[in-house]
């Protein structure tokens, strides 16, 4: 049973930083690529960035992309979100997800198959 558990979430102002934290348990952590996705009310779930097995690729949504940095360390079976300049615009739950299979990078949540129970992130202007 593969388990997933943020940390890091809160109420920032824009120009913040906030580092979000998953801790993955219950499979090889380092045989897998890994994800944060985030979901604001009344919108879909979509990508913020992904991360390959040995942390040396990595994808960022353009909305993202110069602020936030993915990271893993596959010793400690974590992957992180580092998130600079937040802006309003980047409220929302944050999840951690694991897919359902090896190989990727994925970017569709549907190929995710284990998410972890979200953190929220709240930026006020």
């Known amino acids: 049973q593969v388990q997933l558990a943020e940390s890091g979430g809160g109420l920032v102002q824009a120009g913040d930083s906030l580092r979000l934290s998953c801790a993955a348990s219950g499979r090889t952590f380092s045989s897998y690529t890994m994800a944060w996705f985030r979901q604001a009310p009344g919108k879909e779930r979509d990508v913020v960035a992904t991360?390959?097995?040995?942390?040396?690729?990595?994808f960022y949504a353009d909305s993202v992309k110069g602020r936030f940095t993915i990271s893993r360390d596959n010793a400690k079976n974590t992957v992180y979100l580092q998130m600079n300049s937040l802006k309003p615009e980047d409220t929302a739950v944050y999840y951690c997800?694991?897919?359902?299979?090896?190989?990727?990078?994925?970017?569709?949540?549907?190929?995710?198959?284990?998410w972890g129970q979200g953190t929220q992130v709240t930026v006020s202007s």
């Open positions: 991360i390959s097995r040995s942390g040396g690729t990595t």
């Open positions: 997800a694991g897919p359902k299979n090896p190989g990727g990078p994925y970017y569709d949540s549907q190929s995710y198959g284990y």
